[in-house]
């Protein structure tokens, strides 16, 4: 099984910021990516504005090591989902440790692949329209890259066939393609295991396509049972699509599955499986490099306590926050901060304060203390109750964790990677 090579981070580090971005100091001079860990900022100090979103640089890397140690123990491997940072540099980090491809959801997000160099991608989303179909197909004419997609049924797939007339990939690199498994109620996929194999054996005999494997997403799924029913299709698909030699010889066999919240679940199910040929059990998980203080903790709790699989020393920790000022303590119980709806995620749940600091006073930031909780979000402000007794005054400083990684990146096109010191050792630079 192939890994993929580091991207080209130096292409990166070359990208202009605008002076205007959020997050950069009210005067900061014309920067380049590369030129902002060099500035010698640190958020403590006062020298970022707030609100700002910082990542902390060990603890991003520790839960990056964590997921590659887990995969490679139980037969696995990663290719994370892109869109959850769309940050090239922490792609690069994840392929560092070993990640396999880097999946992706919309094209504009598979040309920022393109343009830094990962040379494997997933779209766990099947093409439609002619643009973005034949995108897909442009895509292949580069020098060694691997792109697959999904497919769920005739029609979509016709759309993809019309696209390899249009667009004829190179010889030996065809559009792989996974064939979706999905659910009653759910999103795309599937409904029945005999609509799968009739679009698996189309496209195993369609000009410029091949059949790259089966995949579900299961996260929408309520509870552990239900994702395991749908994971199990996805095994029970591939068994067949083998017995049948729908597979090309030579090409990989992959089955998939979404895995952030279940990623335990995967790995059991597959594992559980004797495939006639050696398979690649894909996991797709986005949100374990940053994980969160709210949902995704929450499930990696009960992973802990349930799976049967061989976890690595050590855990997933929350990497991700988003510090603001105390505006105002305007009546007993209720403090206002500096930050809102544009600057952190919402919806898996209200913001966590975690810690709080006093810039001049305190050395260190210290735990919140119980009783202060946050109520309610406007744009740019933040609504928190507090105890009687809360040490917070005005001009103090509060870090937040969150809820959903995928909604507090999109609010940001630069987020700052920061020592334990919160130190600013580099910008990460997005493309939402």
């Avoid at 504005?49 to 037969?75: K, Y």
């Avoid at 400083?397 to 909604?407: K, L, N």
Wanted: net charge negative; with cysteine.
């Amino acid at each position: 099984m192939a890994l993929i090579p580091r991207l080209d981070l130096a292409a990166l580090d070359r990208q202009p910021l605008d002076p205007l971005t959020k997050g950069l100091p009210f005067d900061a001079p014309q920067l380049t990516v590369g030129e902002v860990g060099q500035q010698g900022w640190n958020v403590l100090k006062g020298d970022m504005p707030l609100p700002l979103a910082v990542i902390r640089q060990e603890v991003v890397r520790a839960n990056s090591q964590w997921m590659s140690a887990f995969t490679g123990d139980n037969d696995l491997v990663i290719a994370p989902h892109g869109k959850t940072t769309m940050s090239p540099a922490l792609f690069d980090l994840q392929v560092a440790d070993g990640a396999w491809a880097i999946t992706v959801a919309t094209v504009q997000q598979l040309s920022v692949c393109v343009r830094f160099g990962v040379k494997r991608v997933l779209i766990a989303n099947q093409p439609v329209g002619t643009q973005a179909i034949d995108a897909c197909f442009r895509a292949l004419q580069g020098d060694g890259f691997e792109l697959y997609c999904l497919a769920d049924g005739l029609p979509g797939l016709q759309l993809l066939a019309d696209g390899a007339k249009r667009n004829p990939p190179p010889k030996g690199n065809p559009l792989r393609v996974l064939v979706e498994i999905g659910f009653l109620g759910g999103r795309t996929g599937a409904r029945t295991r005999e609509q799968a194999m009739e679009v698996a054996r189309v496209v195993a005999s369609t000009p410029g396509l091949v059949l790259g494997g089966f995949e579900c997403f299961e996260g929408l799924l309520p509870t552990p049972e239900a994702a395991d029913g749908l994971i199990d299709d996805v095994a029970a698909l591939a068994v067949s699509a083998l017995a049948e030699g729908l597979f090309r010889d030579g090409q990989p066999v992959v089955v998939s599955a979404g895995g952030s919240a279940f990623f335990d679940r995967v790995g059991t199910r597959f594992n559980q499986v004797a495939f006639a040929r050696p398979v690649v059990k894909v996991l797709r998980s986005g949100c374990y490099l940053t994980h969160d203080s709210i949902s995704y903790a929450a499930a990696f709790e009960r992973i802990i306590n349930d799976t049967s699989l061989k976890l690595p020393e050590g855990r997933l920790e929350a990497a991700l926050e988003v510090w603001a000022y105390v505006q105002s303590r305007p009546e007993d119980g209720r403090t206002v901060l500096t930050m809102g709806k544009r600057d952190i995620s919402f919806d898996a749940g209200m913001p966590v304060p975690l810690r709080w600091f006093r810039p001049g006073r305190m050395t260190r930031p210290e735990a919140m203390p119980a009783g202060h909780t946050v109520v309610a979000l406007n744009d740019q402000h933040c609504h928190m109750t507090t105890p009687a007794d809360s040490p917070l005054e005005a001009g103090d400083m509060v870090a937040f964790g969150i809820g959903h990684p995928c909604t507090t990146f999109d609010k940001w096109q630069m987020l700052v990677l920061v020592d334990e010191d919160y130190g600013v050792t580099a910008a990460l630079k997005t493309f939402f």
